[in-house]
């Protein structure tokens, strides 16, 4: 827990100063180009953008620590919905949910905002997750049926080329081969979203939609399912118990299935499990390049735009996120594995 506390201080510093050094000026993008002076002045004081970097930092550190401090005021108390632990003078020690500011683009709370496109995100990680893990099995069981033949062979180069190549140049191949030149065979489409309107028939899930980016974006975890499951399959098939169950007369897909696969599955099982921290991060270029409604597509804009608290937003959610699945991989080890102790 401490080190991933540290994790996300380390992102926060990183991304606030890596953003900092961009050219522009947000609160022309709050007030407009024509506001006047006075409004211009309130604004820079309200982002504590008149301060030193440093304290700037604290500053938005303070707005995103659940336990901070605030001058005890009306204002203050709408803006973050704080509970009051200790009053210290004119301050106060308060609990409350990470504030993470509003959008200098919208002036949208950028929680809301994150809330609202996460959805279609884990929708495309899920559904990249199955796909990987129900072809990755499948082809790692069957090379490892008939290791050294041309099956195997096949499966093993495809799946090194699935590692190779990068999400993103995958994903416009897939775009372009299916979504445009064989859509007419296909019957898919370049963009779209997991839920669409008909104005006769109203809201309307497409999973179709769903099906090209969540396929791009799930190539490399499935090419490593792939190898891992073949390595395990082999490693658990040379093992003299199943040589005493094919002894007993078991069919071979009862050996397979029943005793093999089984024990063979431990490292696919907390491979897939860290994958689905980094699927949520790879998402990003997969939902821009499939103009997918996603944590991706609002962060990427965010950045074209540059709206600090969007994109400081968006990268410690993401970066919460894989320290969240992280944490639950490594109690998922001590279930695999009674060898391994949470301390």
């Given amino acids: 827990m401490g080190h ?12 606030f100063f890596l953003f900092n050094v961009l050219p522009g ?6 007030a407009g180009q024509r506001s006047d002076l006075s409004t211009r002045d309130a604004i820079t004081k309200e982002l504590g953008l008149d301060k030193p970097l440093p304290a700037q930092l604290l500053y938005y550190v303070n707005d995103v620590s659940p336990l901070s401090v605030h001058e005890a005021t009306e204002a203050n108390q709408q803006k973050y919905d704080y509970t009051t632990l200790v009053n210290v003078g004119n301050d106060v020690v308060v609990w409350k949910m990470p504030y993470l500011r ?21 929708w495309l990680a899920v559904a990249a997750m199955i796909i990987a893990l129900v072809l990755g099995i499948l082809f790692g069981v069957l090379a490892s049926l008939r290791p050294h033949s041309t099956l195997d062979h096949a499966l093993v180069t495809t799946s090194v080329l699935g590692i190779s190549v990068p999400s993103f140049v995958a994903a416009i191949l897939i775009a372009i081969t299916f979504g445009f030149y064989w859509s007419h065979w296909t019957g898919l489409s370049l963009t779209g ?15 179709r939609n769903l099906l090209l980016p969540a396929v791009a974006l799930g190539i490399r975890p499935l090419a490593v399912i792939v190898q891992l499951t073949r390595s395990s399959m082999l490693d658990v098939m040379s093992q003299d118990y199943i040589r005493t169950a094919k002894a007993k007369g078991l069919n071979q897909r009862r ?32 939902e821009y390049i499939f103009n997918w409604k996603g944590l991706g597509a609002v962060t990427i804009q965010a950045v074209q735009n540059l709206d600090f608290p969007l994109v400081m937003g968006a990268t410690l959610f993401v970066a919460f996120l894989f320290v969240l699945i992280n944490i639950f991989v490594d109690l998922l080890y001590t279930l695999l594995d009674p060898r391994v102790k949470l301390d």
């Fill in 4 to 15: 991933g506390l540290l994790i996300l201080l380390g992102v926060l510093v990183a991304v």
């Fill in 25 to 30: 000026d947000p609160v022309a993008l709050l």
């Fill in 102 to 122: 509003r959008s200098f683009q919208s002036n949208k709370n950028v929680t809301d905002i994150l809330l609202d496109h996460f959805p279609g995100t884990l």
């Fill in 193 to 207: 979203q997991l839920y669409e309107i008909d104005p006769f028939e109203g809201r309307q899930l497409m999973l």
């Fill in 255 to 286: 050996v397979i299935v029943g005793h093999a696969l089984k024990n063979a599955l431990n490292p696919v099982v907390t491979a897939a499990s860290g994958w689905m921290a980094s699927l949520m991060a790879g998402a990003f270029f997969i």
